[in-house]
């Protein structure tokens, strides 16, 4: 009998070895995010809370900063998925790119801010100074025209754009005085201030709609792979809820990714952005029209083009109509 289970352990043994069980790989996804901000960090909760691997997902994720860089990263077939700003999609869009599409947003408001040291006091204390955006036609230099066409201003004629490259160049910038003004989104414009610098403009009181942090993708990487994109929805739905229900473990995956340990900075970035960050990802038509309708000025076709035309709602709808939504946020039908 111990020889027959000698025999038979080894047979055991040596079909494993042979036939080795197969186990599926998870499915890559490269994702790219264009700022290290406040409203980009549902990824990172994702991530924390483990739900990428939950939902089978391989996500890697690349910082290109500027919505311009970023959307070529997307047409360059290198990037499935890009978290970033609704103007160089809408650009690239109306130039032509159709495969590019926006399945979602995080957030529909502009929210940067302009800061500066404390004897400037408003706007027009900038005129002929240097202030620095992370690119031209970016989200930071679309807030700085329409924060200075409020105030009376050109700015095309009053004020000289400094390309940084990003929010954190920029930020070293106005620390070493190579600009005289900066403009930041949270938790970065809690850096300046810690140092002494203030607020000329704060850009949350001006609420203007724009497609500032989208979930954008190509048409064609939908039809290829439509169920790893709307795993990567859910993921994202549920790192939502966390982010809006559970404001200490939201800054604990701040604290660690931005690597800010000031709380204050932490909690006032977190405090302005949660605000009118979208809790089930919608993306807001007339967040787009304000693009399309700027982008006309210089380019007619945009005229052409309809908020409907940038926008695939198959997946809010799925969440919706499914039930996920519901039960994820506890919703009674």
Not at 10 to 38: E, G, M, R
Not at 49 to 74: M, Q, W
Not at 144 to 166: H, L, S, W, Y
Request: proline letters at 5%; glycine letters at 6%.
């Amino acid at each position: 009998m111990q020889l027959r289970i000698f025999f038979l352990s080894a047979l055991i043994v040596l079909v494993a070895a042979t036939f080795p069980c197969s186990v599926p790989a998870a499915d890559k996804l490269v994702t790219l995010y264009s700022s290290p901000a406040v409203t980009y960090s549902t990824p990172w909760v994702a991530e924390e809370l483990g739900l990428f691997k939950r939902y089978d997902l391989d996500c890697e994720f690349v910082y290109i900063p500027a919505s311009s860089t970023a959307t070529a990263a997307i047409l360059g077939n290198n990037v499935e998925v890009g978290l970033l700003g609704g103007i160089g999609v809408v650009n690239a869009f109306v130039n032509g790119a159709s495969d590019l599409v926006f399945i979602g947003s995080f957030k529909n408001i502009l929210t940067q801010s302009i800061l500066a040291k404390p004897e400037i006091t408003k706007l027009q204390d900038l005129k002929g100074k240097k202030v620095g955006v992370t690119r031209i036609g970016s989200n930071t230099h679309y807030f700085c025209v329409q924060a200075f066409r409020r105030a009376g201003m050109n700015p095309e004629k009053d004020v000289t754009f400094i390309q940084t490259g990003g929010d954190m160049e920029t930020l070293a910038a106005l620390f070493t005085g190579n600009i005289d003004a900066a403009t930041l989104l949270p938790p970065t414009d809690g850096r300046a201030i810690a140092k002494g610098f203030r607020y000329v403009i704060y850009g949350p009181d001006l609420a203007i709609p724009y497609a500032a942090s989208t979930i954008t993708t190509r048409r064609s990487v939908i039809a290829k792979r439509t169920q790893v994109i709307g795993k990567f929805m859910r993921a994202m739905a549920e790192a939502s809820k966390v982010m809006h229900k559970d404001r200490e473990f939201a800054h604990r995956v701040l604290q660690k990714k931005l690597r800010i340990n000031d709380r204050s900075i932490l909690e006032t970035g977190y405090a302005t952005e949660i605000k009118v960050m979208e809790p089930k990802l919608e993306i807001k038509p007339q967040a787009i029209q304000t693009i399309i309708d700027e982008v006309a000025k210089v380019n007619p076709r945009a005229m052409e083009v309809k908020p409907q035309d940038l926008v695939d709602r198959r997946y809010l709808l799925e969440m919706e109509n499914s039930g996920f939504f519901g039960q994820l946020w506890g919703e009674k039908r």
